[in-house]
């Protein structure tokens, strides 16, 4: 068993490990974790690779694995963080809404879903949030069924990444 304290880097943002990872994965030196985002949160997680590399990772709370983040890294190895991903809604607003629409929309959009505690991500002008089923595209449908012509919703398979200060509660 090993364990793990902190985060090497991450191969989709730093050069030098992306190289290394590249060269290291032509000679299968390379093991994975697969990891949830609810995992990814987690202070304390024992996990095994691929390879059946027995880890026991203890981050700082508050701090969170993504994917790609290299966990441990040796001459014979590295083991990369595989984030899971998992079923989103997607809301995106329709265009030409007017600006009172628009107003009660965004307002009702948040309210509805910060009553239910999700964690959100607003990227490329659609809102991302995780769902358990494809039956809740049907429920978030129902609730926003005054506001159907100002909005879709779709459900997507993704990998999730809260946006920071939006995947917080407290009352």
Not at 115 to 134: C, L, T, V
Request: hydrophobic share 35%; charged share 25%.
């Amino acid at each position: 068993m090993i364990h793990i304290d902190k985060i090497i880097g991450n191969i989709n943002s730093d050069s030098h490990l992306k190289d290394r990872y590249q060269y290291m994965l032509k000679s299968d030196h390379v093991e994975r974790i697969e990891i949830t985002r609810l995992e990814s949160e987690r202070s304390r997680i024992r996990k095994v690779s691929d390879k059946g590399t027995d880890l026991v990772l203890t981050m700082i709370p508050g701090s969170h694995i993504n994917d790609g983040d290299v966990l441990l890294l040796t001459e014979e190895k590295m083991v990369i963080a595989k984030r899971v991903s998992e079923n989103v809604a997607i809301i995106s607003l329709k265009e030409n809404i007017s600006a009172d629409q628009l107003f009660e929309t965004a307002i009702k959009i948040g309210h509805t879903i910060g009553n239910m505690h999700r964690p959100i991500k607003i990227a490329n002008g659609k809102i991302y949030f995780p769902i358990q089923a494809q039956s809740e595209i049907e429920l978030f449908q129902k609730l926003f069924s005054n506001l159907r012509y100002n909005l879709d919703i779709k459900s997507e398979n993704i990998i999730f990444e809260p946006q920071p200060g939006y995947d917080v509660h407290g009352h």
